[in-house]
């Protein structure tokens, strides 16, 4: 039989935090590891192109105010630099919108299998013997039972349906 710990109240600490954020990674890492590292460099990389825009526009508007008005051949690279960017940016964007749907999704899914996993363990014996069952079924319908047995009576309705 499985003992659970009940708890008055929940606990919220570090220690339980690390420990959710610990079985959060072991999760990912167990469902599917290939989203969780595709995010992460995704991330990574969204996090830096806003900065790397910023250094070429800096450049391209400095080289523009620098530049004779009829030569612009050096600021092409530049701008078609910045048009990659802001492509690369929308793109990342999308990517990491994606696999968060994606990861959602995968651990939904690998919660629910280790939920049903686990209710298919439970000893439910006594649900299935049909002497339990008719027993069950004489407190329901009252027959016997008094006022007393009242708050019983709707914890069976709850088990039995």
Partial sequence: MVKYRQLDKPEFNLKSYLRSIRWSVAALRQCSPKLGIVLFFSSILSSIIPVLSTIVLGTLISRFAKT???????????LVLAILLFLTGSILEELGQYIRRRLTDELALFMQ?????HANRLPLAFFEDNRSLNQLFLVRNGSGASSVLAPVNSAINVVVG
């Fill in 68 to 78: 004779n008005s009829n030569s612009y051949d050096g600021l092409i690279m530049w």
């Fill in 113 to 117: 299998k280790k939920l049903y996993g």
